[in-house]
């Protein structure tokens, strides 16, 4: 399977963007999808995930009531709803997905085998 993400851009302080994952290569049925992020001379960092089949999502307390994470099944896509987003948003965004049967730690990007190209969110004030 491939992620492409998409959906990045420049954004004013306070707006919003939604980005996109799309699994591709074949009907995605992994254990589920995450977002993480990296910004410029920080090291890569959790932001959400969410269980496929279920849709029990986790969201980073940092982000959370900003950030919302959802999947469409039938698009084998995880979107991540950014709002009132803030310049310490800025990073790119990465997506990933997870095979694992058991003991997916969400927050752990080891834990996940596949990955996405980046989209890069800036957020100016």
């Known amino acids: 399977v491939q992620l492409q993400a998409s959906g990045g851009g420049m954004v004013q302080a306070g707006g919003s963007l939604r980005l996109s994952c799309a699994a591709s290569g074949r009907t995605f049925n992994g254990r589920g999808m995450g977002w993480f992020r990296q910004a410029p001379g920080k090291e890569r960092e959790y932001v959400a995930a969410?269980?496929?089949?279920?849709?029990?999502?986790n969201v980073q307390s940092s982000v959370k009531g900003r950030f919302t994470i959802s999947r469409d099944i039938a698009k084998n896509t995880v979107y991540l709803q950014m709002n009132d987003l803030k310049p310490d948003d800025t990073a790119i965004y990465y997506c990933?997905?997870?095979?694992?049967?058991?003991?997916?730690?969400?927050?752990?990007?080891?834990?996940?085998?596949?990955w996405g190209q980046g989209t890069l969110v800036t957020v100016s004030s």
């Open positions: 990933a997905a997870t095979f694992r049967p058991l003991n997916w730690v969400v927050y752990n990007a080891a834990d996940y085998d596949v």
């Open positions: 969410i269980n496929w089949s279920a849709g029990v999502p």
